[in-house]
């Protein structure tokens, strides 16, 4: 089953979603460039913070799903269309190449990298940052569930995200000519409202397992999943806090 993504979801935590992207595209040395691309922008409401830095910049957002295009097409300063970082080609070398959060989608992304790095201009920059936080209990616990009858018979082989260490993005990098600064962060999300950390995942790394469910099996395991949160991760007063760890890799090619 290929599943969709839903703006409106996404952006439930828009704030939060939304600073590691700062971030990350600080550490970005580039002065005037002439062609800035976010690979998987979303909805591009982050992609907007690139035109807005550097206003004379053609900027791209480039996305595989068509729902997050039509809302990044809404955004004004950026150009949007549909792409898949597998097969996508740029119109001409890329002075900034942002790719936020979407690699840990693309199974054996670490194969891919040296197809980024040629997209790049002479002098060019790659930013990435993917989540760290798989074996966190938000993530665990669907895999757990997934795991079990009737679930599992549903669920065999649906997406499911992963990503490695900022060390081997590092080498990876390194080895292709690059010059890198890689670094990871973990943030202590304060996530507020009924059961906020499922929200929080039905946006992103469980939507494609709650897609897969027939309609009759989702809300016994939503039940289960919400209240097997609710225990991982307790409102003790003043919010659910939800720590998420960040990958973080800014590289520069030669001039």
Do not use: C
């Not at 729902?67 to 070398?93: F, H, L, N, T, Y």
């Not at 906020?196 to 397992?209: D, H, I, K, L, N």
């Amino acid at each position: 089953m290929v599943h969709t993504w839903s703006p409106e979801q996404y952006l439930k935590f828009g704030d939060e979603r939304g600073r590691p992207f700062v971030d990350l595209t600080t550490r970005i040395g580039a002065i005037s460039p002439g062609l800035v691309v976010d690979l998987g922008a979303g909805p591009g409401t982050l992609t907007a913070q690139l035109a807005e830095r550097w206003p004379s910049a053609e900027v791209l957002a480039v996305d595989a799903s068509p729902q997050m295009v039509a809302r990044a097409q809404e955004v004004p300063g950026i150009g949007a269309q549909r792409g898949d970082v597998r097969s996508w080609e740029p119109p001409r070398g890329v002075d900034v190449l942002v790719t936020n959060a979407m690699l840990q989608w693309v199974p054996g992304h670490l194969e891919l990298l040296p197809r980024l790095v040629a997209m790049l201009a002479p002098g060019g920059w790659l930013a990435m940052q993917v989540p760290g936080n798989f074996e966190e209990p938000s993530h665990s616990i669907r895999r757990q569930l997934a795991a079990q009858q009737p679930y599992a018979r549903h669920l065999d082989g649906v997406d499911h995200p992963a990503s490695h260490d900022a060390a081997t993005y590092l080498r990876t990098l390194g080895q292709l000519g690059l010059e890198v600064d890689a670094w990871e962060t973990t943030y202590l999300h304060v996530l507020h409202g009924p059961d906020p950390v499922f929200e929080w995942v039905s946006g992103t790394g469980a939507r494609p397992t709650l897609q897969a469910l027939p309609e009759a099996l989702l809300p016994a395991f939503e039940a289960e999943f919400k209240e097997r949160l609710r225990r991982a991760y307790p409102d003790e007063g003043g919010g659910v806090i939800l720590p998420f760890r960040r990958i973080f890799a800014v590289a520069r090619k030669p001039a």
